[in-house]
């Protein structure tokens, strides 16, 4: 009989699975969801495709909420949509960070919230999400201060560039609190900020803000000193290069790394320039009224 006994309490930890976590259930179902989709892509017509792909992210948004729990943020729609609402890799915006997207009709207004638990896991997954190209840190703190983490997690068609950090300080209840000053573009870094990404952590969640900056942000001289000097590299390559027959990828390149350099030095200019410009504390005030404003953890 104790041999018995022995071979059951031998047995029980194979045979008796922990219970997954409401976490761990949701991204399992995610990723069945993402290799059912793969698989019947080619399969399937379009219609029943993208109806697929519909059930499955309404079953997903249902899960994230248990996951996530009741939240409400003042200011904006009670009802909340997946923020990573694709599941194919084909489509622009896959791999976003998960969690409940609330905003405004226009989006002019929008807050993402997810929890610690799934932020560490998405940000583990993406430490090589782009090939030979940046990423996001893995670590929280250091993510929720880089363009890499707001271009993979929250924009699906536009790189987020970063134009200062805002110090709004702690928040009542918060772990973490950061603010900075951005801009989204498709090609050239833009001249002027006029959006904020404002992350906050607390509960164990951590909710992630964006909007427009109504603070007028003004050109600072010196670094738009900078932008000029560029555009006349720029101009000065260029008609070297009609002058020696140089085009195709050679030319391409070169303008490209040009504008890269430029805008680097801009930004850098921005960044370091801004806390002495007039708009500077304005635009914090104005951050940390929005933190007020949308989470209800009062910035101190």
Known sequence: MRAIHLAILVLLPTTLARAASPEEAYIAARDRAIGDIKRTEKTLSPEAWSKKQDVATTD?????????????LPGLPATAKLNNDTLSASD??????DGLLFATEDYRTSAVVTTEGLLKRWLTAHRNW???????????DAALKSTEFYTQGLSADAQ????????????????????????????????????FYISVARDGRVIILNARVATPITP???????K???????????ESSRKNVMKGGDYADTIDKLRMRGDAEYLKCFAERASGEPFYEKAVAEARALIDAFTGARAN
């Open 228 to 238: 000029s000097a560029t555009e006349k590299r720029i101009q000065a390559f260029d």
């Open 92 to 97: 622009e915006g896959f791999g976003k960070l």
């Open 160 to 195: 987020v560039v970063k134009f200062a950090d805002l110090p709004v300080g702690a928040t009542t209840g918060s772990t973490r609190t950061h603010a900075l000053l951005a801009a989204r573009t498709q090609d050239m870094s833009p001249r002027l900020p006029d959006e």
């Open 220 to 226: 600072i001289a010196a670094c738009d000193v900078l």
């Open 130 to 140: 782009w090939k030979g190209l940046p990423n996001p840190p893995v670590g929280a």
């Open 60 to 72: 997903l948004l249902a899960r994230l909420k248990s996951v996530i729990g009741e939240i409400s």
